[in-house]
């Protein structure tokens, strides 16, 4: 229940294209959505976040959509560049009983040129 | 400032060695982690640190021991590590530990342990 299903595992786009990422939870107690971008040898760096109550949110060229029914949440990164190519997890966290940041597998993305 | 410092950012150490990894924020927040990375896989939390009291304790092997001397550093004191632990230790920082803020990450201790 404590889990955050994320896919697909690995994902090759073309430059300028649209890069989709999914995730799933099942916890209804989850009430923040993190989505984090790391770079080989670095730390996660927060990308963008969304909270239940909003369906979509959209900062430049990344927007999350949120489906609360369905308990899903996506990334979506348009005009897709080379430089977005590293890795994204997708989290979720529990506002009551302590911070718990629980993390999707993660998905390593690639833009190609 | 927004950044999360951790050092060092590469170490490598004997089983039989003691060191300690180091994290430094000024950003006034209170909660503190360590999570710990290995490749290919998303960071897994081992300590939380709010208002500079352990939190919570991911059933961590006592190999690993957390301090925090006051709000803005966070040590990860280590011994008798395994081959195992081999991983990037990452620190974050948040504002609170209820939840629904922002983590700031460093960018990782890569330990090796030979």
């Known amino acids: 229940q404590q889990q955050v299903k994320q896919s697909p595992q690995s994902l090759i786009v073309q430059k300028g294209g649209i890069s989709i990422i999914n995730c799933a939870y099942e916890?209804?107690?989850?009430?923040?959505f993190p989505w984090y971008q790391q770079f080989p040898g670095k730390g996660p760096a927060l990308l963008i976040a969304?909270?239940?109550?909003?369906s979509e949110k959209k900062e430049g060229r990344f927007t999350i959509s949120f489906n609360k029914s369905a308990k899903q949440f996506s990334l979506h990164i348009m005009d897709s560049q080379p430089g977005d190519s590293a890795t994204y997890f997708c989290?979720?966290?529990?506002?009551?009983?302590?911070?718990?940041?629980?993390f999707g597998a993660g998905t390593r993305l690639f833009v190609k040129a | 400032d927004t950044e999360v410092t951790q050092t060092p950012k590469h170490l490598v150490m004997g089983m039989t060695n003691k060191k300690s990894l180091k994290c430094e924020q000024h950003?006034?927040?209170?909660?503190m982690y360590w999570y710990k990375q290995k490749a290919k896989k998303p960071p897994e939390l081992m300590f939380v640190?709010?208002?500079?009291?352990?939190?919570i304790n991911e059933s961590v092997p006592s190999r690993f021991s957390p301090e925090c001397p006051n709000s803005s550093l966070l040590n990860l004191h280590l011994h008798a590590l395994q081959p195992e632990d081999s991983a990037l230790y990452l620190c974050?920082?948040?504002?609170?530990?209820?939840?629904?803020?922002?983590?700031?990450f460093g960018q990782g201790t890569r330990l090796t342990v030979v």
């Open positions: 974050a920082s948040s504002q609170d530990w209820a939840g629904g803020t922002e983590a700031f």
């Open positions: 916890n209804t107690a989850f009430d923040y």
């Open positions: 969304i909270r239940p109550d909003v």
């Open positions: 989290a979720a966290s529990i506002g009551t009983g302590g911070f718990k940041t629980i």
């Open positions: 950003m006034g927040h209170r909660a």
């Open positions: 640190y709010s208002y500079e009291k352990l939190s």
